[in-house]
């Protein structure tokens, strides 16, 4: 299909693309077209697994510039994500921790709840089910609010677990067939 279509032209460039990325953090390290570009790999990544390659780009990037921006904000964010696929919590966590005090500090909304919903999913991680609950009912009112229908699924799942999690069945069950509901 489109997608491995893509996913193999990206392939194809791939040097390329991390020569242009080398170049980049080089020349301009502070440019936001950088970020942007780091950010915009960041589904390739994903996609094809390449975990250790993401973290090493990213641990350049955040190393060139610390300022507290809604840049450094956002690759922070998806730092955490890397971190907490190869298992690294403790390192997930503290990125995480960091993009959420940037985002608070510079009222950034979009990048306050997202870092919110990390921080759920790591604290799920340690089956500390009463703070993913906290966090997550935060995040699902903004997901609501801001009529985000791309995020607004994964939160209700990963709420309803929680709630399941805690024997709250009840509130589990509404979820779940909210979430099911907005999918039909």
Same mark, same amino acid.
């Given at each position: 299909?489109?997608?491995?279509?893509? /996913?193999?032209? %990206?392939?194809? +460039?791939?040097?390329?693309?991390?020569? $242009? =990325?080398?170049?980049?953090?080089?020349?301009? $390290?502070?440019?936001?077209?950088?970020?942007?570009?780091?950010?915009?790999?960041?589904?390739?990544?994903?996609?094809?697994?390449?975990?250790?390659? !993401?973290?090493?780009? =990213?641990?350049?990037?955040?190393?060139?510039?610390?300022?507290?921006?809604?840049?450094?904000?956002?690759? /922070? &964010?998806? $730092?955490?994500?890397?971190?907490?696929?190869?298992?690294?919590? +403790?390192?997930?966590?503290?990125? +995480?921790?960091?993009?959420?005090? %940037?985002?608070?500090?510079?009222?950034?909304?979009? @990048?306050?709840?997202?870092?919110?919903? @990390?921080?759920?999913? =790591?604290? @799920?991680?340690?089956?500390?089910?009463?703070?993913? %609950?906290? =966090?997550? +009912?935060?995040?699902? !009112?903004? &997901?609501?609010?801001?009529?985000?229908?791309? &995020? /607004?699924?994964?939160?209700?799942?990963? /709420?309803?677990?929680?709630?399941?999690?805690? @024997?709250?069945?009840?509130? $589990?069950?509404?979820?779940?067939?909210?979430?099911?509901?907005?999918?039909?």
């Amino acid at each position: 299909g489109d997608h491995t279509n893509w /996913l193999n032209q %990206i392939e194809a +460039e791939y040097n390329n693309l991390r020569a $242009a =990325l080398t170049w980049s953090m080089e020349t301009s $390290a502070y440019a936001t077209s950088t970020g942007d570009f780091v950010l915009s790999l960041s589904n390739f990544w994903i996609m094809r697994s390449y975990f250790t390659e !993401a973290r090493h780009w =990213l641990r350049q990037i955040l190393a060139l510039n610390p300022e507290p921006t809604i840049m450094r904000a956002r690759l /922070l &964010r998806c $730092a955490s994500d890397y971190f907490r696929i190869q298992g690294d919590y +403790e390192k997930a966590e503290a990125v +995480e921790e960091e993009g959420f005090a %940037i985002s608070k500090a510079l009222n950034y909304e979009i @990048g306050i709840y997202a870092a919110m919903d @990390g921080l759920a999913i =790591l604290a @799920g991680v340690k089956k500390e089910y009463a703070r993913t %609950i906290e =966090l997550l +009912e935060q995040v699902l !009112a903004y &997901r609501k609010q801001t009529k985000d229908e791309v &995020r /607004l699924t994964p939160t209700l799942n990963n /709420l309803a677990t929680a709630y399941r999690k805690t @024997g709250n069945l009840e509130r $589990a069950r509404q979820l779940y067939t909210e979430a099911i509901s907005i999918n039909q």
